[in-house]
């Protein structure tokens, strides 16, 4: 397990149960998967519907690390071009050679006429997988992930400056407040479209990882940890609302019929859901970060890239072979989605985790 749990080399802020929670982030999208399937990894409870609150769980996850590498950086760097260039070779290199692989493998599965294949691209739907303007099924997440890549520096760079400027934590709470407010009247939830790779409609959810990444700064410079009972009321009613929200669930409370797209447009309520939670495993109580520490979860959250690209058509594959009728049916998938992203962090994935801009030589 050391082979997919090593620290990579240089990373000062690599958090084990970050990891964890990536791990819980796909875990979520599975299972909502496995549910449409009718294969339910809770017995008796239909997780149909959660994925995409997984998913934005994965934009709140990015936006927090992202911003809170650059806001560590000192002022001076900033101006460095290295810093910059860095940041784009790193980001290229996280989404780019598994995609490609994918898309490529699609395309050529397609014109060999597999029909099987989850992915059906043909030329033109290629190009546009390309260009970042269309996504099949979980393929949407990426134009959008990586667009945000783009704006992510002018975001840390103003939370930069409002460090910088200090004017106290009611002042900065309100323009956050008013940031978020902004991000959700331009991009009204309502106008958005399933499984929309347009980024506008999420952005309010990067937005609530990135000011989690000035909250935990501001924890961490402060040096007095909260009192623990304000991480037992936030984490009992983060967990409460999640579990509401589960569509099942909701019907069960409210009586309503079950809609699996319920919650899908609640994109201001899972990023300050999700952010909430990150802070409270980071600053809260030990229990609740643990087990977000264990190496499975870990591992998991270590190759979740893999297993979110990977793990429909290894669905597909064992429906086939008519696998959902196998005795502990949610079990085989989930370990054979788990295998398959393994194998394909390995190849895919882990070449490229080190790379970085070599560092200049020191004059003289």
Same mark, same amino acid.
């Given at each position: 397990?050391?082979?997919?749990? %090593? ?15 990536? %791990? ?38 990015? &936006? ?43 395309? &050529? ?25 269309? %996504? ?24 930069? &400056? ?66 623990? &009972? ?45 952010? %909430? ?88």
């Amino acid at each position: 397990m050391d082979l997919f749990l %090593g620290r990579p080399s240089g990373r000062k802020d690599h958090l084990d149960a970050l990891d964890g929670l990536r %791990g819980l982030a796909v875990l979520v999208v599975l299972a909502s998967h496995l549910s449409n399937r009718g294969m339910h990894l809770v017995p008796g409870l239909s997780l149909s519907g959660i994925g995409k609150s997984g998913v934005y769980l994965f934009f709140v996850l990015s &936006a927090f690390l992202l911003t809170r590498i650059l806001m560590d950086r000192k002022p001076a760097q900033y101006r460095q071009p290295r810093l910059w260039l860095d940041y784009a070779l790193r980001r290229i290199l996280r989404i780019w050679p598994l995609y490609l692989v994918l898309l490529l493998a699609s395309w &050529a599965l397609t014109r060999a006429g597999v029909t099987g294949w989850h992915y059906q691209l043909d030329n033109a739907s290629l190009q546009a997988h390309l260009l970042l303007r269309e %996504g099949q099924s979980v393929l949407w997440s990426i134009p959008v992930e990586f667009t945000y890549y783009l704006w992510l520096p002018l975001v840390a760079l103003a939370l930069a &400056a409002l460090r910088a400027w200090r004017p106290g934590w009611l002042v900065e709470g309100l323009l956050g407040a008013a940031l978020l407010a902004a991000a959700v009247w331009f991009w009204p939830p309502a106008e958005s479209v399933p499984n929309d790779v347009r980024l506008g409609p999420y952005l309010v959810v990067f937005f609530c990882g990135a000011l989690a990444a000035r909250v935990d700064l501001g924890l961490r410079e402060q040096g007095r940890p909260l009192p623990p &009972a304000l991480w037992w009321l936030l984490t009992g009613g983060v967990l409460a609302s999640l579990v509401l929200t589960i569509p099942a669930v909701w019907a069960a409370v409210t009586g309503a019929a079950m809609d699996p797209a319920l919650n899908h447009t609640w994109f201001l309520f899972f990023g300050l859901a999700w952010s %909430g939670l990150l802070l409270a495993v980071l600053h809260g109580p030990g229990w609740l970060r643990a087990p977000f520490a264990t190496r499975p979860m870990r591992l998991v959250g270590v190759v979740s890239f893999s297993l979110y690209l990977w793990h429909m058509p290894v669905l597909d594959g064992l429906r086939a072979v008519g696998a959902e009728a196998w005795p502990l049916a949610p079990l085989w998938p989930l370990l054979a989605s788990v295998a398959a992203a393994m194998l394909s962090y390995l190849a895919f994935e882990r070449p490229w985790r080190d790379v970085r801009l070599p560092r200049p030589k020191a004059a003289g």
